[in-house]
């Protein structure tokens, strides 16, 4: 099993510019997540997900948007990156039980630049 | 005020300490899990907890629901458990995950 993986692992981009923050997990996991994690601060819920189809926003959603079309695949995109958007983003996933989750598996985290 | 607050922020241990990491929450929770983060970035899952406690070789974590508080113990510590530990959890409302700052923990030999 490879996990939760995630791409790229470091991008640069301009301000204005738009891209998609790939994860994929080969566990069947239900419950698929997006965080940010800024210096300094803990980590801060993007977007989550209890099932293909089925998406919710977290404590920071603005300027994010997320689908989830398949169990397997859960892609964040940026619709027009800005400056404090910089940051490192990890996906995770886990089972979901219907009310609660179960380990959670991180993937190694993309470093964004936004220039 | 967050409404995961762990303690103490940093800690700085000597090779062999017992040492004792608190979380507290303010809201509803289904689950806690305990984190940790090596200087390499990577997040490892330590623990999941509902309920009473569990222990995984070193590592104690126990939760108390009523007083909404969690605690993760080492016992004999080492430089390699130097790492940021974070507590999450889960809210019962929402299904969404709210985290604690973190606690940094160095060990020296």
């Known amino acids: 099993n490879a996990g939760v993986t995630q791409t790229p692992k470091f991008q640069v981009l301009k301000t204005g510019q738009s891209m998609t923050l790939q994860c994929a997990q080969d566990?069947?996991?239900?419950?698929m997540s997006w965080y940010r994690q800024d210096p300094g601060m803990g980590l801060r819920l993007i977007h989550y997900?209890?099932?293909?189809?089925?998406?919710d926003q977290g404590e920071v959603p603005n300027g994010y948007n997320v689908s989830r079309s398949t169990t397997e695949d859960f892609p964040l995109r940026l619709l027009s990156a800005a400056p404090s958007q910089t940051s490192v983003y990890f996906c995770?996933?886990?089972?979901?039980?219907?009310?609660?989750?179960?380990?959670?598996?991180f993937g190694p985290g993309t470093r964004l630049t936004v220039l | 005020k967050n409404e995961v607050e762990q303690s103490p922020q940093n800690l700085t241990a000597q090779e062999g300490e017992f040492i004792t990491i608190n979380c507290s929450y303010s809201?509803?929770?289904?689950?806690l899990h305990w984190l940790q983060q090596h200087p390499g970035g990577g997040i490892v899952s330590l623990f999941m907890?509902?309920?009473g406690k569990k222990k995984h070789g070193r590592l104690i974590a126990t939760i108390n629901i009523q007083e909404k508080h969690s605690s993760l113990h080492i016992t004999a510590s080492h430089p390699r458990d130097s790492a940021v530990y974070i507590c999450?959890?889960?809210?019962?409302?929402?299904?969404?995950?709210?985290f604690g700052a973190g606690t940094r923990l160095t060990v020296k030999p």
């Open positions: 809201v509803g929770i289904s689950a």
């Open positions: 907890l509902s309920s």
């Open positions: 999450a959890v889960l809210s019962h409302v929402s299904n969404d995950m709210r």
């Open positions: 995770a996933s886990s089972r979901w039980t219907g009310r609660d989750t179960d380990t959670q598996y």
């Open positions: 997900s209890v099932g293909a189809g089925i998406t």
């Open positions: 566990m069947n996991h239900e419950y």
